[in-house]
């Protein structure tokens, strides 16, 4: 039996010399912010970044993603699945609302390979995966509350959705995630926060360097000011320092 093409990492069927037997939409090639100077920058501009209710994992290590959400409310199995993803652009990250259940995967590798193909840039699941060593081979970043291996059990009869509450998220929020977790901006504060964390993100790499050159980080923070101004104001945060000296410490 001849055995079945691998799949590249665009979740494409390759071609036995190892190029890609299709064309499908390509991946962003941008790097997202990390989440954790997403969060922070979220922090300091009083943003409103919101977490799920439950930790929320990539399916292989090093997923990572971010870009505008369009949320899928999983009522009809694929059937709103790929309602979403007409509905979706290029680049959208879909969210896949399946209630928190981890009794059922509402996601698996054909869902992935369609939602590459489609050009989206990710999907997010309020509930489980299966398929997860096909996942990671597809590689379109997949995040969840783990896997499952039972498929939807739709219809009448179908057990209740456990009581949790509901994700945030709307359409046009933005959306980021990577093996830190997942995190959803106001579309309204998306570009001051990405733009603060982009910042955040310079600092600490310089920080890093010098750190790694001898320099320590309370002498590159200042850490004898911050102390010369507690002494006179107690209630003096180290967050405002840092924002004083333009250092990133969280």
């Known amino acids: 039996m001849t055995p079945t093409p691998p799949l590249d990492r665009t979740g494409t069927t390759a071609a036995p010399d190892g190029t890609a037997a299709g064309t499908p939409a390509p991946l962003p090639t941008a790097a997202p912010l990390p989440t954790t100077a997403l969060w922070d920058a979220g922090v300091r501009l009083g943003a409103g970044v919101e977490l799920p209710p439950l930790p ?46 981890t009794d059922e995967a509402c996601v698996g590798d054909l869902v992935a390979i369609e939602a590459l193909q489609a050009g989206i840039a990710g999907i997010v699941v309020w509930g489980c995966h299966r398929d997860s060593d096909e996942l990671a081979a597809i590689g379109l970043p997949v995040f969840s509350l783990g896997p499952c291996p039972a498929s939807p059990r739709l219809g009448p009869g179908r057990p209740a959705p456990p009581a949790l509450p509901r994700i945030a998220g709307r359409d046009g929020d933005g959306v980021a995630a990577d093996s830190d977790g997942v995190l959803f901006l106001p579309a309204a504060a998306r570009d001051g926060v990405s733009a603060l964390a982009a910042r955040i993100v310079r600092a600490e790499r310089s920080q890093a360097e010098l750190a790694l050159q001898g320099i320590s980080l309370r002498e590159q923070l200042r850490w004898d000011r911050f102390l010369e101004r507690r002494r006179t104001d107690p209630g003096y945060a180290f967050r405002s320092h840092l924002a004083q000296v333009d250092g990133a410490l969280e």
């Open 56 to 101: 929320l994992a990539p399916v292989a290590a090093g997923m990572r993603c971010a870009g505008p959400l369009r949320r899928v409310q999983h009522t009809e199995g694929v059937v709103s699945i790929f309602a979403g993803m007409d509905a979706a652009a290029p680049g959208d990250i879909l969210l896949i609302d399946n209630s928190g259940r």
